[in-house]
């Protein structure tokens, strides 16, 4: 079957450590998206990308870096400079297509202590 | 920029009851406009969409209509069951965007 995957469902790390969060689809869409969720404030768009080597930042960019090195892949880094880190992180990817909804992963669960 | 406003919960109703939630939206041009739902510990699924005034979208006993003259995409259901319990976000694409810019959430939960 078709889908996103997402791993690890929970993630712990330590204050002043980079994080990398794997974000994997097999469904041949050419755009995929990182969001964040905190309670009570919906999605916010990180980062995004619509072609392999190509990405531009979304609305709060700031303390994350991505990569699109293949079309299958979109990986987020955490970093040290992201003030408060902790959230639930969505993966999505969609054809490119104005019309086209996307499809979601199952999210990872980072908590920084 | 473009934007969602959806109605703030949580929502707690009784099983068959019949629920509704607002959806407004700001955009230039011809947005496309969608409910996604989430179901806990889970990402979002898309429930329906609509793309042009008038639209109306259903799926599972939902169903929205796209009203450009009111800005608007409410969520409605006649009947909800204990499975309809999950966080409900509208969301909407611009014209000439393809990302979604979503709403807050609203979480309803149904009970027996």
């Known amino acids: 079957d078709g889908g996103i995957t997402q791993s690890p469902k929970y993630l712990f790390r330590k204050e002043g450590q980079n994080v990398t969060l794997s974000c994997e689809q097999n469904l041949n869409h050419d755009a995929m998206y990182w969001y964040r969720q905190d309670p009570g404030q919906g999605l916010r768009l990180i980062y995004y990308?619509?072609?392999?080597?190509?990405?531009q930042k979304g609305d709060i960019a700031e303390g994350y870096s991505v990569s699109r090195e293949k079309k299958e892949s979109f990986p987020l880094t955490v970093t040290s400079a992201q003030k408060n880190p902790t959230a639930f992180y969505l993966c999505?990817?969609?054809?490119?297509?104005?019309?086209?909804?996307?499809?979601f992963g199952n999210g990872t669960r980072l908590t920084v202590t | 920029g473009d934007s969602v406003t959806q109605m703030e919960g949580p929502v707690t109703l009784s099983e068959e009851a019949f629920l509704t939630i607002n959806c407004t939206y700001t955009a230039t041009g011809y947005p496309s406009l969608f409910w996604y739902v989430q179901y806990p510990g889970e990402g979002l699924q898309l429930l329906l969409k609509a793309t042009k005034a008038d639209d109306k979208g259903s799926n599972k006993g939902f169903e929205a209509t796209y009203r450009k003259e009111t800005t608007s995409f409410h969520l409605e259901k006649g009947s909800v069951q204990v499975s309809d319990s999950a966080v409900y976000f509208c969301?909407?694409?611009?014209?000439?965007?393809?990302?979604?810019?979503f709403g807050a959430g609203t979480t309803v939960t149904v009970r027996a």
């Open positions: 990308s619509q072609i392999v080597n190509d990405f």
């Open positions: 969301a909407l694409s611009g014209s000439n965007d393809y990302k979604l810019s």
């Open positions: 999505a990817s969609s054809i490119t297509s104005y019309n086209s909804p996307l499809h």
